[in-house]
């Protein structure tokens, strides 16, 4: 199965890099960048040492429900290219593991799906997961923090 890495929706990106309101109805907060664990949601790469960033509330669901967790995000300042690349992107490939869970087409995790992953194992698990009927997306969070880094899908046949 081959699968894809999805970051953030650009359009929430360009909106918070432009005041408009985060999940919170807060504009994004700047800082620079150190340059150490600060993954943009959009390039997914981290935000360069030195850089401009913002960091606000991301909840990366359409409805609000029980399922839709917010937390924060960290995302280049100035605009940047989504991420359009094969394989797994360079921001799961900084910590030594990820929080993964299946959630199913209403938003809902599909419970027994939540587990804690070597880096190694984020695409095989992902592709478990995804084998499931039942499994609509995957996301991928922090294993220490639990923020969101990114949605996985099955790609287009």
Not at 32 to 49: E, N
Not at 95 to 124: H, N
Request: proline share 9%; charged share 20%.
């Amino acid at each position: 199965m081959q699968l894809v890495f999805h970051p953030m929706e650009n359009e929430t990106a360009q909106a918070l890099r432009a005041g408009g309101p985060d999940a919170y109805g807060l504009p994004a907060e700047r800082a620079i960048s150190d340059g150490v664990g600060v993954p943009c949601r959009v390039c997914l790469h981290d935000v360069p040492r030195g850089a401009a960033m913002l960091v606000a509330a991301a909840r990366p669901f359409d409805g609000l429900h029980p399922y839709a967790e917010t937390g924060p995000v960290f995302l280049c300042a100035e605009a940047c290219t989504p991420w359009t690349g094969a394989g797994v992107p360079p921001v799961l490939r900084t910590s030594p593991d990820y929080l993964l869970k299946g959630y199913d087409a209403e938003e809902r995790i599909v419970y027994g799906t939540g587990k804690v992953v070597p880096r190694e194992e984020i695409e095989a698990y992902a592709a478990t997961l995804l084998a499931d009927p039942r499994v609509a997306f995957v996301d991928v969070r922090s294993a220490r923090n639990n923020c969101w880094q990114a949605r996985v899908r099955r790609a287009a046949q």
